[in-house]
């Protein structure tokens, strides 16, 4: 098969019958559409050459109603009324098949949609696009209609995942895109739970209740449907309570008293703002959580809602967490949705992302998924529902560019890329602006990923001789000596499945340079001050199998200065991040640069956490760490002497002022491309996963590798101060008192 570029796609059109089926391994699917892939995810079967058709089947009691207004003439608790509801109410909880999948040899076989799929289709009515007002032009338009919805193949696979996930005992985590009636989808189910199943409780959690409650939310949408039934269907229930916060169905007997045989089922929404504990204690039957994205508690909120869904050995409620890229702290959404089985979410095989198929993650529908417009004719979904990806994509990206070249800032644009993203990476790397993002960076970042050339790293470890040289050795030569290899941490954050020990990554081993040593011999070796280091150290040991993505991580990074080797422009030659079993042995790795890249006096350590200072005392080495210049805060200590080791940033206002001075480091201009374009000192920085932590930066989340380039923003800034007032203390040779100058110069005393 050849690649078209996409990820989604190929696996689309991939061959797939090497993969297990998830029924052949004990899980619940009758209809056999799940795999097991090579990552142990599951993977929707979705079958190259067969497309659906005649989907018109699927709902036609919603045309039987768009053309009677009715569901039925039958007159009501006639026998005919009753097996007709009876039958409807068998379809909204087991599903409908209907002979409306071709298959590649041109037979018609019967396929099922969901029961909360046919009730979607036949009894939930949303705004949408009405074809029949599309005018095309330059600018093609349309009006949206209040209907039922329509077929398309990408609801069909979520649906039957949904069903899937719930079938055997998993929760859901899903990063979704605009405009996909997703918000509509998951209110349909809700609603069709608390009217099809009595003295059941669905839950609706969000960070304040009244975005769920509010009109376009949530539980309005749902609602709306619990109204419907209760005056358009035959499956009436009786309006208990029509508080929005908790909207319960049944009836009152005269006296007031609610009824024995009260349907008694009911939504409920609460606020998660400081209240974990929200929805446990209420045996809820599914607990939607909407917008995970804004929910800075979401992992104490599972901690204690995860297990109170289970007795014993079962689960007996479904939780369904899904969110959009928003501004708000994304890392919390990422971590859980790229780790989905710490708190028993459904994995998927990452088919979405580039180069992740041997990772599992939570569900992603794509943008360009199910995506209504046309190119040239090509509808980027048919009249039966079936999608065409390469259309969707082509129409995402003219959206792209016209979105580019209208946004008022650059915030909007970003913001619309993770609103409609085709990855899940691209969802989570471009929710917001924060103050080292920008267009340059976000180039910067999809060059490190995507140019080869760039990729001229090698990672290893070092080690110390006998004789105390340190000497680099890659990893594939450390494994070939029989020693344990730990990979280079590619996820920010860490991904589950990623060791958090980590790597070096080298770019550039240290330059040497000749000179005479005090004997008066001509020696190669690493010039003091060429590099420097900076280092935040974590500040607790945790034992390995307790670590997760969530803990901090060491993050060091060695720095080539300004010199002429490099064109007197800086550049990252190293850079080691992870979590080693101790503190000593985290220290131990940059004792091992320092030394390899002789950072006599410019290793620069935050020391408010950790125990650096003390180890490398111990080890004799104080020689190599740097003190704070406390001039970039005060000029009134410029000239003295500062003799406490490292740097005491913390989290008060002096770490303010070093993410500004980091920003002005990343941005100085150093040079021009053969463009003109500016290049500046973050394209000196060939870490991927250091430019995507920039991109990704807020102030809620945990950044380590941010944290630790506060310390070079700072040594740059006194750098630049020093700089300064060595320039000035410089004065131009014109004229010298006395014999000792000579205009001819070799008749000079200095020379």
Not at 319 to 340: I, K
Not at 595 to 614: D, H, L, M
């Amino acid at each position: 098969m050849e690649s078209t570029g996409y990820p989604f796609l190929d696996f689309i059109n991939e061959d797939k019958s090497h993969y297990k089926h998830a029924k052949d391994c004990g899980y619940v699917d009758d209809d056999d559409l799940f795999l097991i892939g090579d990552s142990g995810g599951f993977l929707m079967n979705i079958r190259p050459g067969y497309r659906f058709v005649n989907t018109e089947l699927f709902y036609e009691v919603a045309n039987y109603y768009r053309k009677n207004k009715v569901f039925t003439t039958y007159k009501e608790d006639s026998i005919p009324h009753r097996q007709f509801r009876k039958r409807e109410q068998y379809r909204r909880i087991h599903g409908y098949s209907a002979p409306c999948l071709l298959c590649p040899d041109g037979s018609i076989r019967n396929i099922r949609i969901t029961g909360d799929h046919y009730n979607f289709l036949n009894y939930t009515r949303i705004e949408q696009l009405d074809e029949k007002t599309i005018k095309k032009g330059v600018t093609n338009t349309a009006a949206k209609t209040y209907d039922f919805p329509k077929f398309f193949d990408a609801q069909f696979w979520m649906y039957h995942v949904l069903e899937f996930a719930k079938n055997n005992g998993f929760h859901i985590i899903i990063d979704k895109t605009r405009r996909g009636g997703f918000s509509y989808m998951m209110a349909s189910t809700s609603a069709n739970a608390v009217n099809v199943q009595p003295r059941k409780v669905v839950i609706n959690v969000a960070v304040d209740k009244k975005y769920l409650t509010m009109t376009g939310g949530l539980t309005d949408f749902a609602i709306n449907g619990l109204k419907f039934y209760e005056e358009k269907t035959p499956f009436k229930r009786g309006i208990y309570s029509t508080v929005k916060e908790n909207f319960k169905l049944g009836y009152k007997l005269p006296n007031g008293v609610e009824a024995d045989n009260s349907w008694r089922s009911a939504l409920l929404s609460v606020s998660a703002q400081n209240n974990p504990d929200c929805a446990i204690g209420k045996d809820a039957l599914i607990v939607n959580v909407e917008e995970v994205s804004t929910m800075d508690n979401f992992d104490e909120f599972m901690e204690v809602t995860e297990p109170a869904m289970r007795t014993g050995a079962y689960t007996t409620g479904m939780l369904r967490a899904w969110g959009t890229a928003t501004s708000g702290n994304m890392q919390v959404f990422e971590q859980n949705f790229y780790n989905p089985k710490a708190y028993n979410f459904l994995p998927m095989e990452n088919v979405w992302d580039k180069d992740a198929r041997n990772e599992v993650c939570g569900f992603f529908k794509p943008y360009c998924w199910a995506l209504q417009g046309e190119i040239n004719g090509v509808k980027g979904v048919d009249k039966w529902g079936n999608s065409n990806i390469l259309v969707g994509l082509e129409i995402a990206s003219r959206e792209r560019v016209k979105k580019k070249n209208t946004a008022k800032t650059y915030a909007e644009y970003i913001n619309y890329l993770g609103q409609y993203a085709n990855y899940p990476s691209e969802s989570f790397s471009s929710a917001s602006e924060n103050i080292f993002s920008s267009e340059e960076l976000s180039e910067w970042e999809n060059r490190l990923r995507i140019d080869s050339d760039l990729h001229f790293y090698v990672d290893g470890v070092l080690e110390e001789n006998e004789l105390g040289q340190v000497n680099f050795i890659s990893n594939k030569q450390y494994a070939l000596k029989g020693n344990k290899v730990y990979d280079y941490i590619q996820g920010v954050p860490r991904k589950g499945h990623e060791d958090p020990h980590g790597c070096i990554r080298r770019w550039f081993p240290p330059e040497k340079v000749e000179t005479r040593n005090e004997h008066g011999v001509v020696v190669k070796e690493v010039p003091v001050s060429l590099y420097s280091i900076t280092y935040d150290p974590v500040g607790v040991d945790k034992e390995k199998n307790e670590i997760t993505n969530k803990h901090s991580h060491n993050s060091i990074k060695v720095w080539m200065n300004p010199h002429y080797l490099n064109g007197f422009k800086q550049k990252l030659v190293a850079c080691y991040y992870g979590r080693p079993d101790t503190l000593e042995e985290a220290d131990k790795i940059c004792y091992l640069l320092a030394k390899y890249y002789n950072c006599i006096g410019t290793t620069n350590v935050e020391i408010n956490r950790g125990e650096t200072v003390s180890n490398f005392k111990k080890w004799r080495a104080l020689r190599y760490l740097a003190t704070e210049p406390l001039q970039v805060w005060d000029p009134s200590f410029k000239g003295k002497i500062n003799n406490t080791y490292g740097y005491s940033i913390g989290n008060s206002d002096k770490k303010l002022n070093g993410l500004r001075l980091l920003k002005e480091f990343l941005y100085e201009e150093i040079g021009k491309d053969e463009a003109g374009n500016s290049i500046r000192n973050f394209h000196r920085i060939y870490d991927y996963q250091t430019i995507l932590e920039l991109k990704k930066w807020n102030d809620k989340g945990n950044f380590d590798r941010v944290s630790e380039m506060i310390l070079r923003g700072i040594e740059w800034k006194a750098r630049s101060l020093d700089a300064e007032d060595e320039l000035s203390s410089r004065r131009k040779i014109t004229e010298r008192d006395g014999d000792s100058y000579s205009d001819d110069i070799m008749q000079r005393d200095w020379f």
